[in-house]
């Protein structure tokens, strides 16, 4: 049970379509827009607190990811961006000083090819300790502000999804669920994948007790 949720996870990758927009409709509508082969605008840049959906919308566009967080020299820079790919580069604020200059020459080389430059950080381009060369590239293109869900969003998002699979939630459930576990969308659809397995593997209707017993097996979740 504890591997069951990291298992259900690739069953549902990140794409648009099962974004939760909330009240970021604008921002979809935009990526749908500079991700169109006729939109020549070469960077958009996603700012907004953790838990906003800015890696799932990266994920969801790009060719190629990066997580600056984990890789802060972006060491592989060089051989991204052929052609007119799409390249994303998460948590540009954790680049180092040679990340830094990797990530200012890789928007050079997409614009130059006609390709395409998202990135993610938790604050605006005139916010982020970066070098004021590659502020100014992130800044001259696109720019827009994830928020994240209300409960009430999440709620109704959640509660369609078990509508959609049939399942049967107890009254209560969601807010359970939403006080206990970890609170981004895709993380919270996978525990709903979860339950909706488990309890037809054990031929159980889901109550509070059967929902308590899944989050004691995940890791990071509490009882």
Not at 36 to 48: H, K, M, V
Not at 64 to 87: F, K, N
Request: proline share 7%; charged share 25%; glycine share 8%.
């Amino acid at each position: 049970m504890r591997q069951l949720i990291l298992d259900l996870l690739p069953e549902n990758p990140p794409s648009l379509d099962n974004f939760v927009p909330g009240g970021n409709a604008e921002t979809v509508a935009a990526l749908f827009s500079w991700i169109a082969p006729e939109n020549r605008e070469t960077s958009l840049l996603l700012y907004g607190e953790s838990g906003s959906g800015k890696t799932h919308l990266l994920r969801a566009c790009a060719d190629d990811y990066r997580d600056a967080a984990a890789a802060p020299g972006l060491e592989d820079a060089a051989a991204l961006g052929g052609g007119s790919r799409r390249v994303a580069v998460d948590n540009v604020e954790a680049l180092d000083g040679a990340g830094q200059i990797a990530l200012f020459e890789l928007f050079n080389r997409l614009r130059a090819a006609g390709g395409r430059l998202l990135t993610a950080a938790a604050r605006p381009p005139r916010d982020l300790c970066l070098r004021e060369d590659l502020r100014t590239r992130l800044g001259s293109g696109l720019v827009y502000r994830l928020t994240p869900l209300s409960d009430e969003e999440k709620r109704a998002a959640l509660a369609a999804q078990a509508a959609a699979r049939g399942l049967a939630l107890p009254p209560g459930a969601l807010d359970y669920l939403l006080s206990r576990a970890a609170r981004d969308m895709r993380h919270l659809t996978g525990i709903l994948a979860a339950i909706d397995r488990h309890s037809l593997e054990c031929k159980r209707p889901v109550t509070l007790p059967l929902l308590r017993e899944i989050l004691q097996r995940l890791p990071g979740d509490a009882p």
